[in-house]
């Protein structure tokens, strides 16, 4: 039986919302919850240094190998594999820690490595490997110093600088970054809202409303930035919630065209057929 989609929040207690953990200690303790389709509202940096596995992102299978480094958006639905023959560590932090203003939040939203309007492929250690070992092993040892002044102040700057360290390896690895500008930040911003509003609103009209612009401004951003129109976006985002539901969940068909925001069962289904050329129950039968 399916055990559904398990929502955490971080773990509470801590005195901030920032940890780093063994991934082989996770799995010891926690491969129940590791292994299951679950998703966060917070942030994950995988570094992997021994073993090799396979972490499922939305239904896209992340291989993952020895010396490299895998970010993971908060909202995602994810899981690890069986194997654990992963060493390594994990990094979780939320907006809370690490956004201190307007900048820290928009670095987030826009860099290449948590950046969902681009395909999530891991980065390789390469020539930063012992940067990146000494960066997290001061982040550990910061982090016992919970007493001394302006602690917080400089987890959030070695994690930053950690990020920023990344983002431009990334880039020299010749993956693909989205030209900053007006386009960008409008493609953001839809991208926020479809993300908090897409299961009640699924007009462009009322979007480009709620951005400030024109149907026909946010159009051209969300074509120059993606290739793709605003319906567009927001069919692959409501697609994506019911790919969801209907792989880890038992909710029955009619249960989620309801919470899709669909009157009408019939509705969903054709809608479903004409996204994916295939049936709700079709597809739930190809992921039994």
Not at 81 to 87: A, K, R, V, Y
């Amino acid at each position: 039986m399916k055990q559904g989609i398990t929502n955490y929040k971080f773990r509470p207690g801590l005195r901030l919302e920032f940890e780093i953990l063994s991934i082989r200690s996770l799995y010891k303790r926690h491969k129940h919850i590791l292994t299951e389709p679950h998703r966060t509202d917070f942030y994950h940096i995988l570094i992997i240094r021994k073993g090799s596995g396979t972490h499922l992102i939305d239904f896209q299978p992340i291989k993952l190998n020895p010396n490299s480094i895998l970010f993971i958006k908060k909202g995602k639905v994810h899981f690890f594999d069986q194997s654990e023959d992963i060493e390594g560590d994990l990094i979780l932090f939320t907006d809370n820690f690490f956004c201190r203003n307007n900048d820290d939040l928009k670095f987030l939203h826009s860099t290449i490595l948590f950046n969902d309007l681009l395909d999530n492929t891991p980065l390789k250690f390469g020539a930063k490997q012992k940067s990146y070992t000494n960066s997290i092993e001061t982040m550990k040892s910061e982090l016992i110093n919970q007493s001394k002044e302006f602690h917080h102040e400089l987890l959030q700057n070695l994690l930053h600088n950690f990020l920023i360290e990344a983002h431009r390896e990334k880039r020299n690895q010749g993956f693909r970054e989205l030209p900053k500008g007006a386009n960008l930040d409008y493609t953001l911003l839809f991208n926020d809202l479809i993300d908090k509003h897409f299961l009640t609103i699924k007009s462009v009209k009322e979007y480009a409303d709620m951005i400030h612009v024109s149907e026909k401004r946010l159009s051209n951003a969300t074509s120059v930035i993606l290739g793709k129109s605003p319906k567009e976006i927001i069919n692959e985002r409501v697609i994506l919630e019911a790919k969801r539901l209907l792989a880890h969940t038992n909710q029955a068909i009619k249960e989620i065209a309801f919470h899709l925001g669909f009157g009408e069962t019939t509705n969903f289904i054709k809608y479903f057929k004409l996204q994916t050329e295939s049936t709700p129950t079709e597809f739930r039968e190809s992921h039994l």
